[in-house]
């Protein structure tokens, strides 16, 4: 290899790297900007962890006495299915629910009913 064949070489993987280095971290939610954004969480509760308490935090950015409506998912079981009329632009929807064996899947939704906007969480319970 002659030396302008490797200086090639290296110019390359590191024009490569600045690449992938200034590039947009990957964001967890979806890319499309919603008027709600909500907190799904969930927890082993009881003396032997026989229960999962879910808490599902929402916030509305300011609409409030908007209607929601409201799903949780458990293990693709519905275990809430409500509608909600949120009074000062946020609130939270909790339920307490069986550990079922193995690993739980929860899997939240809120539609603001006048926008259409949605959000979604979900959490793994071991």
Known sequence: MNR???AIGMIIPLAAASAVATAPAASAHSHHRSSISCDLDAYKVGRHGHDI???LDVDSKGYQGREFKVRIWQNGDTIVHRTV???DGDFTVRKVTDNER???YLKATVKNLRT???CTDWVRVR
């Open 4 to 6: 302008k064949s490797l």
């Open 53 to 55: 308490k879910v808490v």
């Open 85 to 87: 009329w949120d009074r």
């Open 102 to 104: 193995g690993t739980d």
């Open 116 to 118: 259409g906007d949605t």
